[in-house]
Nanobody, 126 residues
Framework: QVQLVESGGGLVQAGGSLRLSCAVS????????LGWFRQAPGKEREFVAA????????YYADSVKGRFTISRDNAKNTGSLQMNNLKPEDTAVYYC???????????????????WGQGTQVTVAS
């Protein structure tokens, strides 16, 4: 069973930075793709960023490209999302997700992931 726990959310002023972490309890961690999604009140969950299980390819939503950076540390079974130059429209609950092992599926959609964390709130004040 793969379990994910997010941390690092909070309240920040516009233009500030936060770093989200995702701790994954799985011996097979290095074979799972990781993704970050977010959901604002009244909106659907949307893709933010993802990293292929091999670590060789990253994906970003246009709205965060150049501001957010996704990474993974296979030695520590963790994923991270560095968020810089935050904007009020980045306010949402952020979810970490893991794909099936060795997934070659779509990394930018909710359906591409099998395991989900409980989410962490990010609030950006203007």
């Amino acid at each position: 069973q793969v379990q994910l726990v997010e941390s690092g959310g909070g309240l920040v002023q516009a233009g500030g930075s936060l770093r989200l972490s995702c701790a994954v309890s799985a011996r097979t961690f290095s074979s799972h793709g990781l993704g970050w999604f977010r959901q604002a009140p009244g909106k659907e969950r949307e893709f933010v960023a993802a990293i292929h299980w091999s670590g060789g390819t990253t994906y970003y939503a246009d709205s965060v490209k150049g501001r957010f950076t996704i990474s993974r540390d296979n030695a520590k079974n963790t994923g991270s999302l560095q968020m810089n130059n935050l904007k009020p429209e980045d306010t949402a609950v952020y979810y970490c997700a893991a794909s099936e092992r060795y997934s070659s599926g779509t990394y930018t959609t909710v359906r591409g992931y099998k395991y989900w964390g409980q989410g962490t709130q990010v609030t950006v004040a203007s």
